[in-house]
């Protein structure tokens, strides 16, 4: 008699659990199967020139003075393409911004939505939140979140830098995105 006492209850559990899960998943409109996609593409930072794509917004007294710009913010609006030139395809554009959060090295904290204008992904973005120490050969961050097909994503990116110009500030960095999603 004890161990059907002690069967119902996790019976129970079990059975509220699947229903949240299928009442979760079908309420959100998501299919059961998760997904892996590697995307790859190029994000032009552009902070010189009459149409700047990046333009600082913020800076403290202080950040002028210091080697490593601490505490200045920058808005971007960032195009995203297939390749390495601007006259690439076009694929989206990377908006947020990044801040030079550390008083000893070149690192930001970037906060950064990847919006997709292509394909299967057309409508829909992935969000970014993490440290970028920008000297690294390959530097990684979360995936935090997305919309449209990455909702409820998780994973990671890799950046790396492919050239900086340091009279004009412009770079380019590749991109590589693994993420999780349904």
């Known amino acids: 008699m004890a161990k059907t006492s002690q069967t119902l209850p996790v019976l129970t559990s079990t059975l509220l659990i699947f229903s949240f899960t299928v009442l979760f998943s079908t309420t959100l409109g998501l299919k059961n199967q998760e997904k892996l996609s590697h995307l790859h593409f190029y994000f032009h930072d552009i902070v010189s020139g009459p149409n700047p ?60 939505n990847f919006v997709f204008y292509e394909g299967n992904y057309n409508g829909s973005s992935l969000s970014v939140l993490g440290r970028n120490s920008v000297l690294e050969a390959v530097r990684e961050m979360p995936v935090i979140g997305g919309s449209g097909v990455f909702r409820l994503a998780r994973g990671y990116v890799q950046a790396k830098t492919v050239t900086f110009n340091a009279t004009s500030g412009d770079a380019l960095v590749e991109y590589d995105v693994f993420v999780f999603h349904y």
């Open 53 to 112: 794509a990046a333009v600082w917004i913020a800076q403290t007294p202080i950040s002028k003075k210091s080697p490593t710009l601490f505490g200045s913010i920058a808005m971007f609006d960032d195009p995203l393409t297939v390749g390495p030139t601007r006259s690439s395809k076009l694929v989206g554009r990377a908006q947020g911004l990044y801040g030079s959060a550390s008083q000893s090295e070149d690192a930001l904290l970037m906060a950064m």
